[in-house]
C-alpha cells in the first residue's frame, strides 16, 4: 500500500512534464511570438489527467497515512506541501477547462494559469524529495 502513493503521483509528475512541454509551445507563441505548432486537445486532456491524478494521490496519501500510522500530518512538509497543492491543482483544472470550454485570444489568464501550474510542478517535485524523506523515517526507519 505504501509505495501505490509515490508510483501514482509519479506518473502524475511525468505526465504534467508532458503538459508544460506542449504549454512552453503556447507561451512561445503568445508571448515570444515564435511560429510553433500547439497541440491544445492533448494539453487538455492529459493536464485535466495529471491534476485529476494528483488530487487523488494527495487524498489518498492522507488515506494512506491515516491507515498505516493512525494520524495525520505526522509527515510534516509532506503533507504540508500536498495540501498547498490543493488551490493550485483546483486552479489549474478550473482555469483550463474554462478556456478549452470558452476559447478566445487571451494573454493574461493563460499566463496565470502557466505561473500556477508552473508552480504547482515544482511543488510536485519537491514532493519527491521530502516523500523519500518520509520513506526514510517512517517505512524504512532511519
Known amino acids: 500500500m505504501l509505495l501505490i ?3 501514482f503521483q509519479s ?4 505526465i504534467a512534464l508532458y503538459v508544460m512541454k506542449l504549454g512552453i509551445s503556447r507561451f512561445r507563441m503568445v508571448h515570444l511570438k515564435k511560429k510553433t505548432r500547439f497541440n491544445w486537445n492533448q494539453h487538455v486532456r492529459f493536464g485535466i489527467i495529471a491534476t485529476t491524478i494528483w488530487l487523488i494521490g ?3 496519501g492522507l ?4 491507515t498505516s500510522w493512525y494520524g495525520l500530518f505526522i509527515t510534516g ?3 504540508k506541501i500536498g495540501l498547498l497543492m490543493i ?3 483546483l486552479f489549474a483544472i478550473g482555469s483550463g477547462i474554462y478556456m478549452d470550454r470558452k476559447k478566445k485570444k487571451r494573454t493574461i489568464l493563460p499566463l496565470i ?11 510536485a517535485l519537491l514532493q519527491i524529495y521530502t516523500g523519500l524523506g518520509v520513506y526514510r523515517t517512517y517505512v524504512l526507519g532511519f
Not at 506518473?11 to 511525468?14: K, Y
Not at 494559469?113 to 511543488?123: E, G, R, S
Open 11 to 14: 506518473v502524475g509528475i511525468l
Open 87 to 89: 488551490p493550485f491543482t
Open 63 to 66: 488515506y494512506t497515512v491515516k
Open 58 to 60: 494527495i487524498f489518498g
Open 113 to 123: 494559469h502557466a505561473i500556477f501550474n508552473t508552480v504547482m510542478l515544482f511543488l
Open 77 to 79: 512538509y509532506h503533507a
Open 5 to 7: 502513493h509515490p508510483i
